[in-house]
Nanobody, 115 residues
């Protein structure tokens, strides 16, 4: 079955950086678009990035554009999210998914931006 395991979260000061990873199994990763989402306390799930199967087509919402970079290594079945210039509002649980609604996602990794 599909399994997604996120890691790399933690506590970071404003302006800091983190790199998230998502290891996928149970499906053909190299043929799947992949997505990052996040959910802040008391808020709904928010889309953070999309990347095509070959990594050519990439999209971000304005809230993270220019600060976050998504990438993938199909040989390692791994999705990444490099997050720079982190802000308080980036505090959330981050999930990766292979569908646009995040119906199937991992357990998430907590990112906390705090001084």
């Amino acid at each position: 079955q599909v399994q997604l395991v996120e890691s790399g979260g933690g506590l970071v000061q404003p302006g800091g950086s983190l790199r998230l990873s998502c290891v996928a199994s149970g499906f053909t990763f190299g043929k799947s678009w992949m997505y990052w989402f996040r959910q802040a306390p008391g808020k709904s799930l928010e889309w953070v990035s999309s990347i095509s199967d070959g990594g050519v087509t990439i999209s971000y919402p304005d809230s993270v554009k220019g600060r976050f970079t998504v990438s993938r290594d199909n040989a390692k079945n791994t999705l990444y999210l490099q997050m720079n210039s982190l802000k308080f509002d980036d505090t959330a649980i981050y999930y990766c998914s292979k569908d646009t609604r995040a119906e199937v996602r991992g357990q998430g990794t907590q990112v906390t931006v705090s001084s």
